[in-house]
């Protein structure tokens, strides 16, 4: 519906959209969820998907794994991807997103190494900023989307600590 509206410059009703919005349009991935479909992709690129934004990735094996699909199939020249990225609140809320966030899986080496600190939130930042820099060697990873639940304080240390 977004396309057909910047492209055809027009509502799904028929109504003329004068000037027709400049929108664009971001898709979902989630890369834990296996080998990515690149039809599937490409299908999505063809109706007006311009950039895709994933679920919460904190697997650098997953993600460079399933990038490089991409990225012999030739997809990570015509669009970008944001990765999903957070904060946590504890090893227990870690294992709360696996049990109950679809696409979600936090590594149990993750798990186990806030489980052996004093300060989680401290150490879950740590990761976060690791990933961060891990992530920005990744080929077709041209960002982060850093998200969480009343996270916005520490998501703001993670951006000002993350920057090179």
Sequence with gaps: ??????????FPSGRLIDPSPKLFIGGAEVPTQGKP????ILDK???GVDFFQT????DPKVLSEYMKVLGDEGILEKTNFIIGLGPFASAKSARWMNENLFGVDVPEQ???RLEGTENQKEESKKICIELIETYRSIQGVKGVH?????KEDVISEIIKESKK
């Excluded at 479909?37 to 599937?40: D, E, H, L, R, T």
């Excluded at 850093?146 to 009343?150: F, N, P, T």
């Design 1 to 10: 519906m977004a396309n057909m509206m910047r492209k055809e410059k027009k």
């Design 37 to 40: 479909n690149p039809s599937k």
């Design 45 to 47: 690129m063809a109706k």
């Design 55 to 58: 679920q919460y990735v904190f």
């Design 110 to 112: 993750i798990i186990k």
């Design 146 to 150: 850093l998200m969480g639940h009343k």
